[in-house]
């Protein structure tokens, strides 16, 4: 059985926290606020919510919530 440490999954996908900001609140090692629709092991849809003033996405997950995942799916 094949298991990924989340952090190397982070890693792979190009979801890593660089932004000295986050990660001096946040500690090292963190993903970026994101939501993934993975079909039959295919990943289909990364939405990340971040911005260059708002590099964690706290002001604005909108992208990673549902509503926004659903939309996107549906265009597929």
């Known amino acids: 059985m094949w298991v990924w440490c989340s952090f ?4 792979a996908l190009g979801l890593e926290m660089t932004h000295e900001g ?3 609140v946040l500690g090292p090692n963190r993903c970026k606020r994101s939501a993934i629709y993975v079909n039959d092991g295919k ?3 990364v939405n990340v919510s971040e911005a260059p003033n ?3 996405g706290d002001s604005d997950p909108s992208k990673s919530c549902i509503d926004a995942m659903l ?3 549906e265009d597929l």
């Open 8 to 11: 190397e999954l982070t890693k």
């Open 22 to 24: 986050p990660r001096g």
């Open 54 to 56: 708002d590099p964690a």
């Open 43 to 45: 990943v289909e849809v």
């Open 71 to 73: 939309m996107c799916i």
